[in-house]
């Protein structure tokens, strides 16, 4: 069914309501969206505040199958066939109606969800291909999205975002690795760690070693490529704040990249820039953005 019809107070509280999740739960994305323009930054923290449901599925299920069931939901939402009356589901509600705005792409939503099906399971990452493609259906398609929203003919953004979210992802997978290793999960790529002579479950053993190590490594080269791919792609077309804004969050890449490489334990030690030194990141973004410069 398609999104019933909500009176402005309604939807105002629905838009509130993805804020304040982001707010929560989202922060780097959060103040990116501030820089935007105000008439369009509820409908960006709608769509990130979709991001988050689907992305935290298996942090709020305990089983796979309930997880299945929720990601399945909403891919009947986004098509039109969900059950019941979203306008109970503030996220819901405020997606729907972003989407219709701005004639979203339904089905990059879709894949969106489909993709966090791997994250329900302990599968292994077969290969970085694999990978890069898990992170163009998520981070890339969400970057790719915002720019929808901020400018329909926004050109060049393909390559942007496609290159921007790989880089923004595979970085965020490193710095949860603690997490995911300790309930078994391993996003580093099979082929990755075969190069270093690491095995899939010495992986999330907890026990730091070399091979370990010099996977990490690997693959934090790769994000710095793709970061270096997504700046050669960047123009002009994103020198203002108001477009440029989703894609402020790439200024923290390198940082959190540089931090990352300090580690000496993966397993015990999180890492990333600190919550200052990512709002003072932001907010110098988006000056060099508004001055014409790129900014990561």
Same mark, same amino acid.
């Given at each position: 069914? @398609?999104?019933?019809? /909500?009176?402005?107070?309604?939807?105002?509280?629905?838009? =509130?309501?993805?804020a304040?999740?982001?707010?929560?739960?989202?922060?780097?994305?959060?103040?990116?969206?501030?820089?935007?323009?105000?008439?369009?930054?509820?409908?960006l923290?709608?769509?990130?505040?979709?991001?988050?449901?689907?992305?935290?599925v298996? @942090?709020?299920?305990?089983?796979a /199958?309930p997880?299945?069931?929720?990601? *399945?939901?909403?891919? @009947?939402?986004?098509?039109?066939?969900?059950?019941?009356?979203?306008?109970?589901?503030?996220? *819901?509600?405020?997606?729907?109606?972003?989407?219709?705005?701005?004639? !979203?792409?339904r089905?990059?939503?879709? =894949?969106?969800?489909?993709?966090?099906?791997?994250d329900?399971?302990?599968?292994?990452?077969?290969? &970085?291909?694999?990978?890069?493609?898990?992170?163009?259906?998520?981070?890339?398609?969400?970057?790719? !999205?915002?720019? /929808?929203?901020?400018?329909?003919?926004?050109?060049?953004?393909?390559?942007?975002?496609?290159?921007?979210?790989? =880089?923004?992802?595979?970085?965020?997978?490193?710095?949860?690795?603690?997490?995911?290793?300790?309930?078994?999960?391993?996003?580093?790529?099979?082929?990755?760690?075969?190069?270093?002579?690491?095995?899939?479950?010495?992986?999330?053993?907890g026990?730091?070693?070399?091979?370990? /190590?010099?996977?990490l490594?690997?693959?934090?080269?790769?994000?710095?490529?793709?970061?270096? @791919?997504?700046?050669?792609?960047?123009?002009?077309?994103?020198?203002?704040?108001?477009?440029? *804004?989703?894609?402020?969050?790439?200024?923290? &890449?390198?940082?959190?990249?540089?931090?990352?490489?300090? &580690?000496?334990?993966?397993?015990?030690?999180?890492?990333g820039?600190?919550?200052?030194?990512?709002?003072?990141?932001?907010?110098?973004?988006?000056?060099?953005?508004v001055?014409?410069?790129?900014?990561?």
């Open positions: 069914m @398609e999104n019933p019809a /909500l009176d402005d107070k309604a939807l105002d509280e629905a838009y =509130a309501y993805c304040a999740q982001v707010q929560a739960q989202d922060r780097d994305r959060f103040l990116a969206a501030l820089f935007a323009p105000q008439d369009k930054r509820r409908h923290l709608a769509l990130y505040a979709y991001n988050l449901d689907v992305a935290r298996r @942090e709020v299920v305990r089983e /199958l997880g299945e069931v929720r990601l *399945a939901w909403w891919r @009947e939402v986004i098509e039109g066939e969900g059950r019941g009356d979203v306008s109970g589901h503030p996220v *819901a509600a405020a997606l729907l109606d972003t989407v219709a705005r701005f004639r !979203l792409p089905a990059s939503l879709i =894949a969106m969800a489909d993709a966090r099906v791997f329900l399971y302990d599968d292994p990452m077969p290969t &970085v291909g694999d990978l890069e493609g898990y992170a163009g259906e998520t981070a890339s398609a969400l970057l790719q !999205l915002s720019a /929808l929203i901020l400018l329909p003919d926004v050109g060049r953004s393909g390559d942007l975002a496609g290159h921007g979210g790989v =880089a923004i992802a595979m970085t965020g997978l490193m710095r949860a690795f603690p997490i995911h290793a300790a309930r078994g999960q391993c996003y580093i790529p099979v082929d990755v760690l075969a190069r270093h002579g690491v095995g899939r479950e010495e992986a999330v053993s026990t730091v070693t070399p091979g370990l /190590l010099a996977a490594a690997e693959l934090r080269e790769t994000a710095a490529r793709h970061l270096w @791919e997504a700046r050669e792609a960047a123009g002009q077309t994103y020198a203002a704040t108001s477009v440029a *804004a989703p894609f402020l969050p790439l200024a923290l &890449v390198s940082g959190d990249l540089k931090a990352l490489a300090r &580690v000496s334990d993966p397993f015990r030690q999180p890492a820039l600190s919550p200052f030194r990512r709002q003072f990141a932001l907010w110098w973004a988006a000056q060099q953005a001055r014409g410069r790129i900014w990561f």
